[in-house]
């Protein structure tokens, strides 16, 4: 049980981080970004590049793919979403398919990969198990991001201001703050989060190829997103969290079924779906 | 049959010309066989391959045209649906040895069978979650389900064979013949498509992708609707899926990747959502475009996904539709030289439709008032919306609900139209309670609505409009509009006659196949209340009507509105915040503050009631 924990917490904090990045995106502009996971992904392979080609250490080369994360949201959403911010959302959400497809298929012309962690060793003993650093690494500058964030978003006039932008976007442009600005910022810090989920979780496991990420993470994220109801940032992390021990117990259980996490998570978000669509954490809107 | 033919000939601009052009090329489709045998080298056997395959990607791009085209629901998964067909023929075909045709058939079954059970429970919100659904079924169903060794052969696959029926001797041991079958599957696939955009089925979707309340308003029953869309998608998907496994004569899971799906939804969104034709192009394109770029076969996902982006930036109704449109736009242009005041508003309204039907269901003239509203309650959150308010509106009478913003009046609209279920009261509509009912079903019992920001479908013509308008009326079922039995064809020339009536009642035989985004707002009020009114609803509610419209034309309009209710005989409930409209029109009017009936009581009395004036007429209401 404190192994399924313990595993569960570290994934989940992941899973939690890119849950908070669809959320932040979702409350901006009302768009469900399915690029979320395979920014991160496509992070991982310039990570890569940049450390195992070019040798630079890897701290270097994970801030400069994160840079580069940051830069595809920015990108995308100066380019692609703010001319359409007015539009049909369904227009912004595809366009958001076809980021995540771009980036896949670029992807795909790469060969599958194998990246060390950033940290080696063993990692310390809980609860009988050994917990690699990088997942330790995860899971605090998870907590870390996810705290910051909150604080961010709670005690700021910005932050407040991006709380108000689906319920009221007139009293947030009264408030001084542009809806360009918010949107702007949602994608940016969206992109960066999934960039890091992206380099930990894939340095964690090791081995990665296109579209790993959105096969993974992007169902589960969704999921913990839907949990803390769509609007909820603590909700979400903790989502994550929930989804991330469903994950790690089943397939401690259940292992030998193939696609048993996938599974789990699909059912969570029917059964959210269905019974209770506010999510766990969230009201009714 | 007869009405078919017409239909055909109008809606294509049939012409002996084009009939004659299109058999010629029916016919060397059919014979191509021939030629396969007659000139092997010419037309060599993998030739043939190389069109069924693409004739093959035509039908699953419709399948996915049907789904996110019409109904706007987005599929990340139909790869799977496409694999089930090619492994359930496989299964069939080589395994039990049963003849093509049964497995066909039985693809289409489980394809339509598990959109079922996948869009159940995702189709029940909205949003875009059907989309998550078919990601994750996608994934399972290609790393888990295909794998199965007793199912699908395992890693290696299955053999698949596809000998019709061999009785009658009718194998495609050639391409060639292969090909024209799927090309003969592939006109069926048309007809019935064609049978679907042509009736309330297609409009239905089309209504959805456009605005679902919208939809609901127009008595369109979303959920339902949404599940019949997915559900038809799969069946085609998997029709699709026994003609690829076939061709090939083995199947794979490695075949029915996430890629794979993608890149369907590319074909789709980049041929234009919704265009059959430009879906077919893009599909054919898609399918032969290894053979043409031999080099550039590795970034065909790039640049699909390139112009996928771009299509949804540029041009969110696809490439196909933005060629359409700029046609479209260069003949207006033309026709509107030298009259440029069209698009003003006209000075006095033009007349409303006065069409009268009659309805299925609780006799119009029930005793007692049309719609009776008691003790309702709604809140969000913490924050009370209305408390206990009820309102009475008697037949033929117009009854205007007044109020300062965030009074509670739309949400008093949205409880009455069942937008909103309240969390105490009961609505009442011509003696019988619909609390519990479905917006769609109010509007099938005779509740007419429009809203604040246009009750139509925007991108949908005028013409468009006015058809879907007269869904409640639209008495055929379902099962009737997919086989397009005679009396769709007899209904549906009954709804274009009223249409057109309609229209030329508006005065807006100019704009019939205009989209209805390209009107002015205060003409798209008038389109929007033109098809409130087609119906001839028992209730119609009005959510401000004036809103939008030139001062003068918002005059007149109090003149419209008294002929809805003395010649028209209608009963209207009016939310408005033009006061001078209120008081022009209105028999009673019921003040709402708070969330609570301030005052009630007739147009006169209230315009005493000093409580009243001082709060929001201000002082110099006369």
Same mark, same amino acid.
């Given at each position: 049980?404190?192994?399924?924990?313990?595993?569960? !917490?570290?994934?989940?904090?992941?899973?939690?981080?890119?849950?908070?990045?669809?959320?932040?995106?979702?409350?901006?502009?009302?768009?469900?970004?399915?690029?979320?996971?395979?920014?991160?992904?496509?992070? #991982?392979?310039?990570?890569?590049?940049?450390?195992?080609?070019?040798?630079?250490?890897?701290?270097?080369?994970? !801030?400069?793919?994160?840079?580069?994360?940051?830069?595809?949201?920015?990108? $995308?959403?100066?380019?692609?979403?703010?001319?359409?911010?007015?539009?049909?959302?369904?227009?912004?959400?595809?366009?958001?398919?076809?980021?995540?497809?771009?980036?896949?298929?670029?992807?795909? %012309?790469? %060969?599958?990969?194998?990246?060390?962690?950033?940290?080696?060793?063993?990692?310390? %003993?809980?609860?009988?198990?050994?917990?690699?650093?990088?997942?330790?690494?995860?899971?605090?500058?998870?907590?870390?991001?996810?705290?910051?964030?909150?604080?961010?978003?709670?005690?700021?006039?910005?932050?407040?201001?991006?709380?108000?932008?689906?319920?009221?976007?007139?009293?947030?442009?009264?408030?001084?703050?542009?809806?360009?600005?918010?949107?702007?910022? #949602?994608?940016?810090?969206?992109?960066?989060?999934?960039?890091?989920?992206?380099?930990?979780?894939?340095?964690? #496991?090791?081995? !990665?190829?296109?579209?790993?990420?959105?096969?993974?993470?992007?169902?589960?994220?969704?999921?913990?997103?839907?949990?803390?109801?769509?609007?909820?940032?603590?909700?979400?992390?903790?989502?994550?969290?929930?989804?991330?021990?469903?994950? #790690?117990?089943?397939?401690?259980?259940?292992?030998?079924?193939?696609?048993?996490?996938?599974?789990?998570? $699909?059912?969570?978000?029917?059964?959210?779906?269905?019974?209770?669509?506010?999510?766990? $954490?969230?009201?009714?809107? | 049959?007869?009405?078919?033919?017409?239909?055909?000939?109008?809606?294509?601009?049939?012409?002996?010309?084009?009939?004659? @052009?299109?058999?010629?090329?029916?016919?060397?489709?059919?014979?191509?066989?021939?030629? @396969?045998?007659?000139?092997?080298?010419?037309?060599?056997?993998?030739?043939?391959?190389?069109?069924?395959?693409?004739?093959?990607?035509?039908?699953?791009?419709?399948?996915?045209?049907?789904?996110?085209?019409?109904?706007?629901?987005?599929?990340?998964?139909?790869?799977?649906?496409?694999?089930?067909?090619?492994?359930?023929?496989?299964?069939?075909?080589?395994?039990?040895?049963?003849?093509?045709?049964?497995?066909?058939?039985?693809?289409?079954?489980?394809?339509?069978?598990?959109?079922?059970?996948?869009?159940?429970?995702?189709?029940?919100?909205?949003?875009?979650?059907?989309?998550?659904?078919?990601?994750?079924?996608?994934?399972?169903?290609?790393?888990?389900?295909?794998?199965?060794?007793?199912?699908?052969?395992?890693?290696? @696959?299955?053999?698949?064979?596809?000998?019709?029926?061999?009785?009658?001797?009718?194998?495609?041991?050639?391409?060639?013949?292969?090909?024209?079958?799927?090309?003969?599957?592939?006109?069926?696939?048309?007809?019935?498509?064609?049978?679907?955009?042509?009736?309330?089925?297609?409009?239905?979707?089309?209504?959805?992708?456009?605005?679902?309340?919208?939809?609901?308003?127009?008595?369109?029953?979303?959920?339902?609707?949404?599940?019949?869309?997915?559900?038809?998608?799969?069946?085609?998907?998997?029709?699709?899926?026994?003609?690829?496994?076939?061709?090939?004569?083995?199947?794979?899971?490695?075949?029915?990747?996430?890629?794979?799906?993608?890149?369907?939804?590319?074909?789709?969104?980049?041929?234009?959502?919704?265009?059959?034709?430009?879906?077919?192009?893009?599909?054919?394109?898609?399918?032969?475009?290894?053979?043409?770029?031999?080099?550039?076969?590795?970034?065909?996902?790039?640049?699909?996904?390139?112009?996928?982006?771009?299509?949804?930036?540029?041009? &969110?109704?696809?490439?196909?539709?933005?060629?359409?449109?700029?046609?479209?736009?260069?003949?207006?242009?033309?026709?509107?030289?030298?009259?440029?005041?069209?698009?003003?508003?006209?000075?006095?309204?033009?007349?409303?439709?006065?069409?009268?039907?009659?309805?299925?269901?609780?006799?119009?003239?029930?005793?007692?008032?049309?719609?009776?509203?008691?003790?309702?309650?709604?809140?969000?959150?913490?924050?009370?919306?209305?408390?206990?308010?009820?309102?009475?509106?008697?037949?033929?009478?117009?009854?205007?609900?007044?109020?300062?913003?965030?009074?509670?009046?739309?949400?008093?609209?949205?409880?009455?139209?069942?937008?909103?279920?309240?969390?105490?009261?009961?609505?009442?509509?011509?003696?019988?309670?619909?609390?519990?009912?479905? &917006?769609?079903?109010?509007?099938?019992?005779?509740?007419?609505?429009?809203?604040?920001?246009?009750?139509?479908?925007?991108?949908?013509?005028?013409?468009?409009?006015?058809?879907?308008?007269?869904?409640?009326?639209?008495?055929?079922?379902?099962?009737?509009?997919?086989?397009?039995?005679?009396?769709?064809?007899?209904?549906?020339?009954?709804?274009?006659?009223?249409?057109?009536?309609?229209?030329?009642?508006?005065?807006?035989?100019?704009?019939?196949?205009?989209?209805?985004?390209?009107?002015?707002?205060?003409?798209?009020?008038?389109?929007?209340?033109?098809?409130?009114?087609?119906?001839?609803?028992? *209730?119609?509610?009005?959510?401000?009507?004036?809103?939008?419209?030139?001062?003068?034309?918002?005059?007149?309009?109090?003149?419209?509105?008294?002929?809805?209710?003395?010649?028209?005989?209608?009963?209207?409930?009016?939310?408005?915040?033009?006061?001078?409209?209120?008081?022009?029109?209105?028999?009673?009017?019921?003040? *709402?503050?708070?969330?609570?009936?301030?005052?009630?009581?007739?147009?006169?009395?209230?315009?005493?009631?000093?409580?009243?004036?001082?709060?929001?007429?201000?002082?110099?209401?006369?």
């Amino acid at each position: 049980m404190g192994q399924i924990i313990t595993i569960g !917490f570290a994934s989940g904090a992941l899973l939690g981080l890119l849950a908070i990045g669809i959320v932040l995106v979702y409350k901006a502009s009302r768009v469900l970004n399915f690029a979320q996971a395979e920014i991160g992904n496509f992070a #991982t392979y310039i990570a890569w590049f940049l450390i195992i080609d070019f040798g630079l250490p890897w701290a270097v080369g994970g !801030f400069l793919a994160l840079a580069a994360a940051g830069a595809i949201g920015f990108v $995308f959403e100066r380019f692609i979403v703010r001319p359409m911010l007015n539009g049909p959302k369904l227009a912004i959400a595809v366009a958001t398919l076809g980021l995540m497809s771009l980036l896949g298929f670029i992807e795909s %012309e790469w %060969e599958p990969r194998f990246i060390r962690p950033p940290i080696s060793g063993r990692g310390p %003993e809980i609860f009988g198990i050994f917990v690699s650093p990088t997942r330790l690494l995860a899971f605090f500058s998870a907590i870390a991001l996810g705290a910051a964030l909150y604080w961010f978003v709670k005690r700021t006039t910005f932050g407040l201001g991006l709380l108000a932008s689906a319920h009221d976007p007139v009293a947030v442009r009264l408030m001084g703050i542009r809806m360009k600005h918010l949107s702007l910022f #949602t994608w940016v810090t969206a992109s960066l989060l999934g960039g890091l989920a992206g380099l930990l979780a894939l340095s964690a #496991t090791g081995n !990665f190829g296109a579209f790993s990420m959105t096969f993974s993470f992007l169902v589960p994220a969704l999921a913990a997103a839907l949990l803390g109801g769509m609007t909820s940032l603590p909700g979400a992390f903790a989502g994550g969290m929930l989804i991330g021990v469903l994950q #790690t117990a089943l397939s401690f259980n259940f292992g030998s079924i193939p696609g048993v996490e996938q599974l789990g998570a $699909f059912a969570v978000l029917i059964a959210v779906l269905v019974l209770r669509p506010q999510g766990l $954490f969230g009201k009714v809107a | 049959m007869r009405e078919i033919v017409a239909a055909l000939k109008e809606k294509f601009a049939i012409t002996r010309r084009r009939v004659i @052009g299109t058999s010629i090329i029916l016919a060397i489709i059919i014979l191509s066989p021939i030629l @396969g045998r007659v000139a092997p080298v010419a037309f060599d056997d993998a030739k043939f391959g190389l069109a069924a395959h693409a004739v093959i990607y035509v039908i699953a791009g419709l399948a996915l045209n049907l789904l996110m085209g019409y109904a706007g629901q987005v599929s990340l998964g139909h790869a799977a649906f496409i694999g089930v067909g090619a492994f359930t023929t496989g299964y069939m075909t080589w395994w039990l040895g049963l003849a093509f045709i049964y497995a066909l058939i039985t693809s289409a079954v489980f394809g339509a069978l598990l959109a079922f059970l996948v869009g159940l429970p995702a189709l029940r919100i909205r949003g875009l979650y059907l989309a998550v659904a078919t990601l994750a079924f996608g994934v399972i169903m290609k790393d888990v389900v295909f794998q199965l060794e007793f199912l699908t052969g395992g890693q290696g @696959g299955t053999t698949v064979r596809r000998p019709l029926l061999e009785e009658l001797g009718l194998d495609f041991i050639l391409n060639a013949d292969y090909f024209v079958f799927c090309f003969v599957i592939l006109l069926g696939v048309w007809l019935f498509d064609w049978f679907i955009t042509s009736s309330k089925v297609g409009r239905g979707f089309l209504a959805i992708r456009e605005d679902e309340d919208v939809a609901a308003s127009f008595g369109v029953d979303v959920a339902r609707y949404k599940l019949l869309a997915f559900v038809l998608s799969g069946a085609i998907a998997g029709i699709a899926g026994s003609l690829f496994g076939s061709l090939s004569f083995i199947t794979q899971h490695e075949q029915f990747t996430f890629s794979f799906s993608l890149s369907f939804l590319i074909m789709v969104v980049v041929g234009g959502l919704g265009s059959r034709p430009g879906v077919a192009t893009a599909a054919a394109f898609f399918a032969v475009f290894s053979r043409l770029f031999p080099g550039l076969e590795e970034y065909v996902g790039i640049i699909g996904a390139a112009l996928l982006i771009f299509t949804m930036a540029r041009h &969110p109704t696809g490439l196909a539709q933005a060629f359409l449109e700029a046609r479209e736009a260069k003949k207006a242009k033309a026709a509107r030289a030298g009259e440029l005041e069209e698009d003003d508003l006209p000075n006095v309204l033009p007349s409303l439709p006065a069409i009268t039907v009659s309805r299925n269901g609780a006799a119009p003239d029930a005793p007692g008032p049309v719609l009776k509203a008691e003790k309702i309650s709604v809140s969000f959150g913490g924050l009370v919306a209305l408390d206990g308010a009820g309102i009475e509106v008697p037949r033929g009478k117009i009854v205007g609900l007044i109020g300062p913003n965030g009074a509670g009046k739309t949400t008093m609209f949205n409880v009455v139209s069942g937008f909103i279920k309240p969390n105490s009261g009961t609505v009442t509509f011509k003696g019988e309670d619909v609390t519990r009912l479905a &917006p769609h079903q109010r509007a099938g019992r005779g509740m007419g609505r429009t809203f604040q920001l246009i009750g139509l479908g925007k991108n949908l013509t005028v013409r468009e409009n006015f058809l879907l308008a007269q869904h409640t009326l639209t008495t055929y079922g379902i099962p009737s509009a997919l086989l397009r039995l005679p009396r769709v064809g007899a209904l549906e020339a009954v709804l274009e006659d009223r249409s057109r009536e309609a229209i030329s009642a508006l005065g807006f035989e100019r704009f019939t196949d205009t989209p209805v985004r390209n009107l002015s707002h205060g003409q798209q009020r008038l389109v929007e209340l033109g098809c409130s009114l087609v119906t001839s609803p028992d *209730l119609l509610l009005l959510d401000e009507p004036s809103g939008g419209m030139a001062p003068a034309a918002a005059e007149s309009l109090a003149e419209r509105l008294i002929d809805v209710r003395d010649k028209l005989g209608r009963t209207v409930l009016l939310i408005e915040h033009h006061i001078p409209l209120v008081l022009a029109v209105c028999d009673e009017i019921y003040v *709402l503050n708070f969330g609570q009936i301030l005052s009630h009581g007739t147009t006169e009395s209230i315009t005493r009631n000093p409580e009243v004036v001082a709060a929001y007429f201000g002082e110099t209401v006369a």
